[in-house]
């Protein structure tokens, strides 16, 4: 599968920004999808994951009340609301697909099908 991400920006703090990301070459309803971030100089961590079957969320403790995610199997697309942006959000925001049948907590354990390019996130005044 191939994951396309875009929306990234700059945006002043108390922003918001949607990144959105397309899966291409795979079903993504059978799939766990989420999206990471790296910021500079620190290790990639998860940010959001919604799991395949009920699409059921769940959110890293930092970002837990201001982003929200959602997926559009039709489509085959999952999309990142986030509101009351902060600088500590900026960070490369990547997109990832579980492998099939797996779990939320399996993809943020790190069982990642396909990453798609990052899309890059600052936040600024």
């Known amino acids: 599968v191939q994951l396309q991400a875009s929306g990234g920006g700059l945006v002043q703090p108390g922003g918001s920004l949607r990144l959105s990301c397309a899966l291409t070459g795979g079903n993504s309803g059978i799939r766990p999808m989420g999206w990471f971030r790296q910021a500079p100089g620190k290790e990639r961590e998860f940010a959001a994951t919604?799991?395949?079957?009920?699409?059921?969320?769940f959110y890293a403790d930092t970002v837990k009340g201001r982003f929200t995610i959602t997926r559009d199997d039709a489509k085959g697309t999952i999309d990142l609301q986030m509101n009351n942006l902060k600088p500590e959000d900026t960070a490369v925001y990547y997109c990832a697909a579980g492998a099939r049948y797996s779990t939320g907590p399996q993809l943020r354990g790190g069982a990642v099908d396909s990453w798609g390019k990052g899309t890059l996130v600052t936040v600024s005044s």
């Open positions: 919604i799991t395949w079957k009920g699409g059921g969320t």
